[in-house]
């Protein structure tokens, strides 16, 4: 059987330029790379998404970020597969098994539940539990590679030390996902792409940020996208060179550019170094931005609903069947069959 590889799509919002370019057309050309020679399961989170507070109603949400992965220029072949992770109920019913294999001390110690928990009186259960879930997702597929951000290292490796307990006591059951430092490895993820704030290029973008002209959504005019790249922070120096210590606003810029031309950074940054005219930059980004929106807003409206929801009801049949499996093995292990 071929190795797996697992990823999940956040639905809880609209997606920004920087989360676009940053996240997820990097997890498009992962799959587009690796589909040939792995199972790439690409699942809804949906069950992890109603922790918090949700931006809209999850269905549309899910369709929406679906044709966004597929504008993005997912290649379906037979070794892709997108599914909901609440239609497939082994999720949840494994979860409660590794629960019971899971303590409430390595729990609380997570980074995530103790910021997320912090100055309150009280959080859902669904915070505190999640690692739990995120295990379950993991090890019912057993996939050894799990493209995440630093900010699930942990979970990750909470998943591997919950697998090795439980292959202890009732024998080889799960297959482990590699160790982190493998992960980007194998993923080559070791410089992450980082869009920056438009108007304070010190922070990242991010679609909570009041300030309307200080990101970039997907469903933004053109017009109107140019136009925020027009007015975007930039510096005092004089002189255009890549450097996201010094000037960030500027090297930001360049970086935006080299991703929606899909041109290599170097490149556009040997046109720009040491030129002294910011204003010409900008015109160009903003013109490239504008060019990039349109085309990708077109590719968007251009894919019907029920096409996306054929894609996921295959691929729920499909993990239907291998979570089946693997929930029926775990099970038996543990004296429930």
Same mark, same amino acid.
């Given at each position: 059987?071929?190795?797996?590889?697992?990823?999940?799509?956040?639905?809880?919002?609209?997606?920004?330029?920087?989360?676009?370019?940053?996240?997820?057309?990097?997890?498009?050309?992962? @799959?587009?790379?690796?589909?040939?020679?792995?199972?790439?399961?690409?699942?809804?989170?949906?069950?992890?998404?109603?922790?918090?507070?949700?931006?809209?109603?999850?269905?549309?949400?899910?369709?929406?970020?679906?044709?966004?992965?597929?504008?993005?220029?997912?290649?379906?072949?037979?070794?892709?597969?997108?599914?909901?992770?609440?239609?497939?109920?082994?999720?949840?019913?494994?979860?409660?098994?590794?629960?019971?294999?899971?303590?409430?001390?390595?729990?609380? $110690?997570?980074?995530?539940?103790? /910021?997320?928990?912090?100055?309150?009186?009280?959080?859902?259960?669904?915070?505190?539990?999640?690692?739990?879930?995120?295990?379950? =997702?993991?090890?019912?597929?057993?996939?050894?590679?799990? +493209?995440?951000?630093? =900010?699930?290292?942990?979970?990750?490796?909470?998943? $591997?030390?919950?697998?090795?307990?439980?292959?202890?006591?009732?024998?080889?059951?799960?297959?482990?996902?590699?160790?982190?430092?493998?992960?980007?490895?194998?993923?080559?993820? /070791?410089?992450?792409?980082?869009?920056?704030?438009?108007?304070?290029?010190?922070?990242?973008?991010?679609?909570?940020?009041?300030?309307?002209?200080?990101?970039?959504?997907?469903? =933004?005019?053109?017009?109107?996208?140019?136009?925020?790249?027009?007015?975007?922070?930039?510096?005092?120096?004089?002189?255009?060179?890549?450097?996201?210590?010094?000037? +960030?606003?500027?090297?930001?810029?360049?970086?935006? =550019?080299?991703?929606?031309?899909?041109?290599?950074?170097?490149?556009?940054?040997?046109?720009?170094?040491?030129?002294?005219?910011?204003?010409?930059?900008?015109?160009?980004? @903003?013109?490239?931005?504008?060019?990039?929106?349109?085309?990708?807003?077109?590719?968007?409206?251009?894919?019907?609903?029920? /096409?996306?929801?054929?894609?996921?009801?295959?691929?729920?049949?499909? @993990?239907?069947?291998?979570?089946?499996?693997?929930?029926?093995?775990?099970?038996? @292990?543990?004296?429930?069959?």
């Amino acid at each position: 059987m071929k190795e797996t590889i697992l990823t999940g799509i956040r639905v809880n919002s609209e997606l920004t330029l920087g989360n676009f370019l940053g996240a997820l057309v990097p997890m498009v050309r992962l @799959a587009n790379k690796y589909s040939k020679d792995y199972n790439v399961n690409i699942f809804v989170p949906d069950l992890h998404t109603i922790i918090s507070d949700v931006d809209g109603d999850i269905p549309s949400n899910t369709i929406r970020s679906l044709k966004y992965y597929l504008a993005a220029g997912l290649e379906l072949n037979e070794n892709i597969h997108i599914y909901r992770q609440s239609r497939v109920p082994a999720h949840s019913e494994l979860c409660w098994i590794l629960d019971c294999t899971a303590s409430m001390g390595e729990l609380n $110690r997570m980074t995530q539940y103790k /910021e997320k928990s912090e100055g309150k009186e009280s959080v859902n259960v669904g915070i505190f539990n999640y690692p739990v879930l995120m295990a379950a =997702d993991i090890l019912l597929y057993s996939a050894k590679y799990v +493209p995440v951000g630093e =900010d699930q290292f942990q979970h990750l490796e909470l998943t $591997r030390n919950i697998a090795m307990r439980f292959n202890n006591k009732f024998g080889e059951t799960f297959v482990l996902p590699v160790k982190t430092s493998d992960q980007v490895k194998f993923m080559n993820v /070791e410089n992450g792409i980082r869009i920056r704030d438009l108007l304070n290029p010190e922070k990242k973008m991010s679609k909570s940020t009041a300030a309307e002209n200080s990101k970039i959504m997907l469903s =933004d005019a053109p017009e109107r996208a140019a136009k925020k790249i027009m007015s975007a922070t930039t510096d005092s120096l004089g002189k255009i060179k890549f450097d996201m210590f010094n000037q +960030p606003g500027i090297s930001n810029l360049m970086q935006i =550019d080299a991703l929606v031309t899909d041109s290599p950074l170097q490149d556009v940054i040997s046109t720009w170094s040491g030129e002294t005219h910011y204003g010409d930059l900008k015109a160009k980004v @903003a013109a490239d931005v504008k060019v990039f929106l349109e085309e990708f807003q077109n590719r968007l409206a251009n894919i019907p609903d029920e /096409e996306v929801l054929r894609l996921l009801e295959a691929g729920e049949t499909y @993990a239907n069947e291998v979570a089946g499996r693997k929930l029926a093995e775990v099970q038996k @292990a543990v004296g429930l069959r």
